[in-house]
């Protein structure tokens, strides 16, 4: 029996939806910061810190920031799952990709929001 793929149960049709979708959030703002960069003749501390002042910004660079995660911790998992044979050497390296996605998911939190 096929399972409906946005189901929030761990399959392969969900894993690959969330994968899809969190690139496209990666490549939108990868693409928006490459336009700030392009329009912007000269990033100063003022101009930094006014684009990221905005909630919108915060709150698109959160999203993103989870995307990463979302997109690094199913892409480690597969990785490993294929060529990592040995269940206690993928597990240990699993567990510190994973605990460094949230670290930076963590210190982009702390850092978006402290601003």
């Known amino acids: 029996m096929v399972k409906a793929a946005g189901t929030f149960g761990r399959s392969g049709s969900h ?3 969330l994968l899809r979708a969190s690139s496209v959030i990666i490549f939108l703002f990868s693409l928006f910061m490459a336009g700030f960069f392009a329009s912007t ?9 006014g684009l990221f002042g905005n ?3 915060k709150v ?8 990463v995660l979302i997109h690094g911790w199913i892409g480690i998992w597969q990785v490993l799952t294929d060529y ?4 206690g050497l ?8 994973s605990v ?3 670290v930076v998911w963590l210190t982009g939190l702390f850092v978006l929001w402290g601003v």
Do not use: E, P
């Open 15 to 17: 894993d690959y939806m």
């Open 41 to 49: 003749a000269d990033v100063t501390y003022q101009n930094w810190s």
């Open 55 to 57: 909630v919108w910004m």
């Open 60 to 67: 698109f660079t959160l999203l993103t920031l989870t995307a």
């Open 84 to 87: 990592v044979k040995a269940s």
């Open 90 to 97: 993928r597990a240990f390296i699993q567990f510190v990709f």
């Open 100 to 102: 460094g996605l949230i």
